[in-house]
């Protein structure tokens, strides 16, 4: 059993980075799972995968959003992070952090319940 907590800013100006971070809290299940993932859904829209971080570092973004887009690991506080640069109203969203076996995938094996991101000013 693997469990993800979401946190970061649920309001966020236009143009501002977006930082949000994924807390890990496992059982011995956690060296199954390899994909540390960032997905999205927008009001009224569907699942979007934004990219990805390997249990051994290496990082894989949606090519729609990889000009903005970096994650990376904290290993000492069991934690992988999002930041979304030069956001704007078309980044809001509900945003997941999830792990898998897939890349790519927008239903991961574990998922957290997801934060409210809004971009207004």
């Known amino acids: 059993q693997v469990q993800l907590q979401e946190s970061g800013p649920g309001l966020v100006e236009p143009s501002q980075t977006l930082t949000l971070t994924c807390t890990v809290s496992s059982g011995s299940t956690t060296s199954d799972y390899y994909y540390w993932s960032w997905i999205r859904q927008p009001p009224g829209k569907g699942l979007e995968w934004m990219g990805a971080?390997?249990?051994?570092?290496?990082?894989y973004y949606s090519p729609s959003l990889k000009s903005r887009t970096s994650i990376y690991w904290d290993t000492s506080k069991n934690q992988f992070t999002l930041q979304l640069s030069s956001v704007t109203p078309e980044d809001t969203a509900v945003y997941y952090c999830?792990?898998?076996?897939?890349?790519?995938?927008?239903?991961?094996?574990?998922r957290g319940q997801g934060t409210q991101v809004t971009v207004s000013s």
């Open positions: 999830g792990v898998g076996r897939v890349l790519g995938a927008t239903a991961p094996r574990y």
């Open positions: 971080i390997h249990s051994r570092g290496s990082t």
